[in-house]
T-cell receptor, first 118, second 111 residues
Framework: GAVVSQHPSRVICKSGTSVKIECRSL??????MFWYRQFPKQSLMLMAT?????????EQGVEKDKFLINHASLTLSTLTVTSAHPEDSSFYIC??????????????FGQGTRLTVV | AQSVTQLDSQVPVFEEAPVELRCNYS??????LFWYVQYPNQGLQLLLK??????LVKGINGFEAEFNKSQTSFHLRKPSVHISDTAEYFC?????????FGPGTRLSVLP
């Protein structure tokens, strides 16, 4: 099946710094990528949808200036957490949909990134 | 808008016993239904999905689920669980764009 690689798997950063998370589709072109956030013992919540070559669409309550998303190519989307604070500590997961399929009938998920802000 | 309910936050079960994890959904449009499993500190792995056709869907690791349109349910079952099935299970729906996930059910298989 299709593979989505997310990097890094774990990152610890100091409060006030920025962290970049990469999401790559390794063997297919992903016109759309989704970024989710998962708090401890909770479900995944959609943060934003990114389409290649255009601005990301953010869900209500998600600060677009804090969570910068770039989808510069059909195989790479990045999420940058700017001026990170301890409350940004969470598990971030990306998913990619395969272009050309009829509707998004399957999403391929990255391995997730555990962000800890100290 | 869609929503997903997983009534049981935690399900403890003994090894080799059967298990059912419940999932109900709400949607004003037709949706596709999925079950994902998440092991600690890992991403999501697809167990099975229902797109159309037979309402009984078989997935990996011996899991199966049945789509019931009248009850808007998509319960996950396994006739005999193993210790290695201990994980978090998420039911999800999509109408073709992003996924909406349920809150998750923690399955703990006891020896």
């Amino acid at each position: 099946g299709a593979v989505v690689s997310q990097h890094p798997s774990r990152v610890i950063c100091k409060s006030g710094t920025s962290v970049k998370i990469e999401c790559r589709s390794l063997d297919f072109q992903a016109t759309t990528m989704f970024w989710y956030r998962q708090f401890p013992k909770q479900s995944l919540m959609l943060m934003a949808t990114s389409n290649e070559g255009s601005k990301a669409t953010y869900e209500q309550g998600v600060e677009k200036d804090k969570f910068l998303i770039n989808h510069a190519s059909l195989t790479l989307s990045t999420l940058t957490v700017t001026s990170a604070h301890p409350e940004d500590s969470s598990f971030y997961i990306c998913s990619a949909s395969v272009s050309g399929l009829l509707l998004n009938t399957e999403a391929f998920f990255g391995q997730g990134t555990r962000l800890t802000v100290v | 808008a869609q929503s997903v309910t997983q009534l049981d936050s935690q399900v403890p079960v003994f090894e080799e016993a059967p298990v059912e994890l419940r999932c109900n959904y709400s949607s004003s449009v037709s949706v596709y239904l999925f079950w994902y499993v998440q092991y600690p500190n890992q991403g999501l792995q697809l167990l099975l999905k229902y797109l159309s056709g037979s309402t009984l869907v078989k997935g990996i690791n011996g899991f199966e689920a049945e789509f019931n349109k009248s009850q808007t349910s998509f319960h996950l079952r396994k006739p005999s669980v193993h210790i290695s099935d201990t994980a978090e299970y998420f039911c999800a729906v999509t109408h073709g764009q992003n996924f909406v996930f349920g809150p998750g059910t923690r399955l703990s298989v006891l020896p």
